[in-house]
């Protein structure tokens, strides 16, 4: 594999890794699944932890108030918006579901969303077509295997309440046109939603820019953070627009015997109970990514995308899984005579993560290709010349 182009020093990327206690064990390229996180997540933890041993829970929190709420800051500095506009959750599923079901439809209504929507995602959508009659709408690919920008403009119409985008599929590395999804949504006045659980840390993403209403994340892929939070993104307009399908007493105050008054800010879609662990752990992991730079370290991840993906399909016995736009960290592809599965056991025995993409993520996408499951990988800024090599060569030797 050519030397790939860097946006670090040496120097810089040494710094890095050595930030980061996982890379000493194994060469991580499954960081769309769940990456690595640095040594500084990993010492905040520890000592929030420590302080929960020592003090209790409440105690603790109450200790740790300040760090706790930087988070919404941290969270609106790198994607824009305001921190009311931020609610933390257990995850991107849980995110994107609260806000979801929380969007009143009826059976006049419809749902428009992409051929490489995520499983959970669509599932809800169904459910809710079952249970209230909405239409579900589906925009198609291209034939050259994009996303068909005007099929979806035709789909969206006076009816349309709901538009759905995933930023970048988990089946590839295909990433949406939001700049022309954002005019047609635009002009139906359609609660726009968009999972960027795969897209922030990785590219460079602005809430406020792409246009959409509410969008959902989560800390464990591309950003570095623990497992068992994420976030929700929803806009003041929005909120105004909606009131939370439960509430608890983190999202309305009681006011009287029969009345509550909802809170104002994203946090009407907030549980009281939570992992502060994890909340600590994420602010620390975002704090890690502003220091070290975005625009950088999302610029690395691109370029150690775009030459490992054609370096991978470069070896002759290699069948590529993603659409001839992909161009994300994220990339998947079959062994002749391997299956995936096998493939990501080899791996595993020789020091190197990979993940499969399976049917069941991607139904519309890959079931329409005639792919039941693929190799995954997807590279991180911290993965280094001499990974990708070893990794290229054992693939390669299989």
């Given at each position: 594999m ?6 670090f020093?040496?120097e810089?990327?040494i ?8 890379l000493s064990?194994?060469?991580?390229l499954?960081?769309?699944g769940?990456?690595l996180?640095p040594q500084?997540?990993v ?6 932890l420590e ?5 209790g ?5 109450e200790?740790q108030?300040?760090?706790l709420s930087a ?7 790198l994607f824009?918006?305001?921190r ?7 995850g991107a599923?849980?995110?994107w579901?609260?806000a979801?079901y929380?969007?009143p ?7 428009v969303t ?5 499983c959970?995602n669509?599932?809800?959508c169904?459910?809710r ?11 198609r ?8 920008i005007?099929?979806?403009s ?5 009816n349309t309440k709901?538009?759905?985008?995933t930023h970048v599929a988990?089946?590839s ?5 939001l ?7 635009q ?6 939603i ?6 922030v840390?990785?590219?460079p993403?602005?809430?406020v ?7 959902t994340?989560?800390?464990r ?11 929700l993104y929803?806009?003041?307009a929005s909120r105004?627009?909606l ?9 309305a105050?009681?006011t ?13 879609f907030?549980?009281?109970e939570?992992?502060c662990l994890?909340q600590?752990?994420f602010?620390?992991a975002l704090?890690y990514l502003?220091k070290?730079?975005v625009?950088k370290?999302t610029?690395?991840t ?5 030459s ?9 016995d290699?069948?590529p899984?993603?659409?001839?736009d992909?161009s ?12 995936a599965?096998?493939?990501r056991?080899?791996?595993e025995k ?5 993940q ?7 139904r ?10 693929a190799v995954r990988v ?12 070893r ?8």
């Open positions: 050519a030397a790939n182009q860097t946006m020093t040496d810089e990327l710094k890095v890794r050595s930030d980061t206690p996982g064990s194994r060469i991580h499954d960081n769309c769940s990456s996180m500084s997540v010492d905040v933890m520890s000592n929030y302080s929960e041993i020592r003090l829970g409440y105690v603790a929190q200790q108030s300040a760090q988070v919404y800051l941290s969270l609106a500095t824009g918006g305001s009311e506009d931020y609610a933390l959750t257990s599923v849980d995110a579901s609260k979801f929380s969007i439809l009826t059976s006049a209504d419809n749902i992409m051929y490489n929507e995520y959970s669509y599932v809800a169904i459910q077509a079952k249970h209230e009659g909405v239409e579900i709408r589906v925009a690919a291209s034939e050259d295997g994009s996303l068909d005007e099929h979806l035709e789909l969206v119409d006076e709901i538009v759905s985008i988990s089946s590395g295909q990433i949406a046109n700049a022309a999804i954002k005019a047609i949504t002009k139906v006045g359609a609660f726009y968009l999972d960027a659980c795969q897209s840390g990785q590219l993403v602005n809430f820019d792409i246009g959409c209403d509410i969008a994340a989560t800390s892929k591309f950003l570095r953070g623990p497992r068992g939070i994420g976030f929803i806009n003041k105004e627009r009131e939370p399908a439960m509430l608890t007493n983190q999202s105050a009681w009287g015997d029969n009345e509550y008054k909802l809170v104002e800010d994203a946090s009407m907030e549980m009281w939570r992992s994890n600590v752990g602010g620390a704090e502003t070290l730079g625009d370290a610029a690395q691109q370029c150690n995308a775009q490992l993906r054609k370096a991978i399909y470069g070896i002759n290699i069948e899984a993603c659409q001839y992909a994300a960290a994220i990339i998947t592809f079959n062994k002749d005579g391997w299956l599965h096998d493939v056991t080899a791996m020789l020091g190197i993560a990979v499969v993409s399976s049917v069941f993520h991607t519309l996408d890959l079931g329409a290709r005639a792919i039941d499951s997807s590279p991180h800024y911290y993965n280094d010349q001499s990974e990708f090599d990794f290229l060569n054992a693939l390669d030797d299989l």
